[in-house]
Nanobody, 124 residues
């Protein structure tokens, strides 16, 4: 089992920045690949970013490409999501997730473990 805890959410004005963190505990010695998803009110949970199994590639949703950066610190068992140039449409609960097996990085069903989520609100 892997436990994930997100932090760093909050209220920010449009154009501002936030950095989300996701700390993993438990079976962190197991190989897993992390991802970030978000869910806005009344909408489906959607893919935001993910890191490949090898750690050599990072993938982004088109809506955040060029503004968000995902990174991973293996020594700290922590992943980050740096969010710049935030827009009101980025408002959502952001979830950290981890997948321990194959599957598409951009689909929710591929992920075995989820954090509780952290609220990000961007005001116009």
């Amino acid at each position: 089992q892997v436990q994930l805890v997100e932090s760093g959410g909050g209220l920010v004005q449009a154009g501002g920045s936030l950095r989300l963190s996701c700390a993993a505990s438990g079976r962190t010695d197991s190989n897993y690949a992390p991802g970030w998803f978000r869910q806005a009110p009344g909408k489906e949970r959607e893919f935001v970013a993910a890191i490949s199994w090898s750690g050599g590639r990072t993938y982004y949703a088109d809506s955040v490409k060029g503004r968000f950066t995902m990174s991973r610190d293996n020594a700290k068992n922590t992943v980050y999501l740096q969010m710049n140039s935030l827009r009101p449409e980025d408002t959502a609960v952001y979830y950290c997730a981890a997948r321990s097996r194959g599957g598409a990085y951009y689909t929710r069903i591929s992920y075995d473990y989820w954090g509780q989520g952290t609220q990000v609100t961007v005001s116009s």
